[in-house]
């Protein structure tokens, strides 16, 4: 998903043409929404290195339920005026940065005040933008915009092309980071992907799900030719089971068998809430498995991991007590010693549950099923910033960051900006000086005071200034 930045302003200040002149060669045009008057609305371009979405809000209609545009009343001021402050609302409840565009051959108008005032109230990057400054004098005439109290106006010609580089760079200093930017997926749909090394048993783990009594099943046309999709209900809640064994079974693989499985792991885990890591307890953790881990890891996706063909491991186990059976070269561990081999291999995961299990026998196949439901609504846990912001002061009371560096911290205040994975931006004085073992006490403390389980948390830390400067 890629950010989306809103024009707004009132008409014919040259959202448009801006739009159009941004909408160059390098541009494609993404897509024509249906009721729209004009047919160019959303483009996609690039700056800086930076991929993103421009939408030109004038050419935006609103439906028969939004008192826009009754009849006979087109082209009313008042009328016109509600038509673009829909448009403010929708920018400031979808956009990411929101560009607003002024006129600055007519100078400041009632108008701009009226949608100056609603983006001021907004939590939304706002850059002012004066166009039409085709010349000297317009340039400096555009510094009355100051008093619109959105900072510094840009000052452009949509016409000419002149600054609109200059405010291009400052939109790219605005967008949200790349990981902020992963996509908030389909509500009420929880997507597991199981995953692992061919023949651990993901299959086999499948058709035990799949077996088990309340499933409806129904196949989802492949939203990629390497995985299957299959839709299930399972305690009155929507499932959605990303398997990446299907295609070995059309044909056995031949070498690389292993290098491609992991291809087909990554793009499952990027599509999923809850990753389910399948470790062959016959076999340990191998390197692969590691690998495996570290890329749901760098996803920020939850995760449980699962000890598979545990049946087999204890009936090993056992025949290595009676010395029926003994393989020279390795033992096969107990829980105890799993728990530990993996605290270790994976210890970038150490909020990951472990699950003994047998695909096979069924044994722990519904705990995992619990369990994944279980992490993925903490995934779309939201605290209240006044509850973040209790249990931000009493860390700081018991651990004062301010006292440990020589260059001090302070802590202002947090918000949870994003779930799915749970996301949370604090701003600070200097986050230069937050320490990541003080970073990692935030973390724990999140974990504890809110029950976040099985998944990852992402924490940003912004300097209080470019807040304020909003
Ligand atoms: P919108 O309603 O805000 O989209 O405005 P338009 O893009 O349709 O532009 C309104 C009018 O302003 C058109 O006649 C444009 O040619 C003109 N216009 C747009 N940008 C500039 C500019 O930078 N300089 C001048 N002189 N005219 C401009
Ligand atoms: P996949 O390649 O990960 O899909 O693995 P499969 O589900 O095809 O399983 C590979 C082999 O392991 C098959 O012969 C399964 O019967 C066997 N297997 C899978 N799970 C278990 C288990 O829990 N216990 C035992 N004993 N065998 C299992």
């Known amino acids: 998903m890629k950010p989306l930045v809103a024009i707004v ?54 439906g028969n339920d939004i008192p826009v545009g009754q009849v006979g009343l087109h082209g009313q001021p008042g009328d016109l005026m509600n038509h673009v402050m829909d448009q403010v609302h929708l920018a400031i409840e979808e956009a990411d940065v929101i560009v607003f565009l002024v006129d600055a051959r007519s100078g400041i108008t009632a108008a701009d005040e009226e949608v100056a005032a609603l983006l001021r109230k907004s939590n939304k990057p706002v850059i002012l933008a004066a166009n039409k400054a085709d010349n000297a004098a317009r340039r400096m005439d555009a510094v009355e915009f100051y008093a619109l109290g ?3 106006p840009i000052v ?42 061919p023949n651990v048993g993901k299959s086999s783990l499948l058709n035990g799900i799949l077996g088990s009594p309340r499933s409806i099943v129904s196949d989802v046309p492949g939203t990629t030719r390497d995985t299957i999709d299959t839709s299930l209900e399972y305690e009155g809640r929507q499932l959605r089971i990303i398997d990446t064994a299907g295609i070995r079974r059309r044909g056995r693989v031949g070498p690389g068998v292993e290098k491609y499985s992991v291809l087909r792991s990554t793009r499952a885990i990027e599509r999923c809430d809850v990753a389910v890591l399948l470790i062959d307890a016959s076999e340990g953790l191998t390197a692969q ?47 105890e010693g799993y728990r530990e081999i993996i605290g270790e291999g994976l210890k970038f995961l150490p909020y990951a549950p472990v699950i003994f299990a047998s695909a096979k026998t069924g044994y722990h196949v519904k ?42 911290l302070k802590l202002y205040y947090g918000t949870q900006t994003r779930v799915n994975p749970p996301t949370f931006v604090f701003f600070v004085n200097d986050p230069q000086a937050v320490h990541f073992s003080y970073e990692r006490y935030l973390e724990n403390r999140l974990r504890e005071t809110f029950s976040f389980k099985g998944t990852a948390i992402r924490m940003f830390f912004r300097p209080r200034t470019r807040e304020e400067r909003r």
């Open 150 to 152: 959105l900072g510094e």
């Open 156 to 197: 452009i010609s949509s016409i000419q092309g002149s600054g609109t580089g200059d405010l291009l760079d400052v939109i790219v200093e605005a967008l949200p980071s790349r990981e902020e930017m992963e996509e908030e997926d389909e509500e009420g749909i929880t997507r597991i992907a199981i995953v692992g090394r």
């Open 367 to 408: 705990s995992i099923l619990d369990t994944a439901l279980q992490i993925a609504d903490t995934r779309y846990l939201r605290i209240p910033t006044s509850r973040l912001n209790e249990m931000l002061r009493e860390a700081v009371r018991r651990f004062d960051p301010s006292v440990i560096r020589s260059r001090p």
């Open 9 to 62: 302003g009132r008409p014919n200040v040259g959202k448009s043409t801006f739009f159009n002149r941004m909408i160059g060669e390098r541009m494609a045009i993404v897509e024509d929404l249906p009721g729209t008057t004009r047919d160019r609305l959303y483009g996609d371009t690039d700056w800086n290195g930076r991929d993103f979405t421009l939408i030109d809000t004038g050419g935006l209609e609103f």
């Open 289 to 335: 498995d590691t690998h495996i881990a570290g890329i749901i890891q760098e996803q920020n996706k939850g995760v449980i991991i699962v000890v598979n063909k545990w049946d087999l491991a204890q009936e090993q186990r056992r025949a290595e007590r009676e010395g029926v059976y003994a393989r020279p070269d390795e033992e096969i561990e107990s829980a």
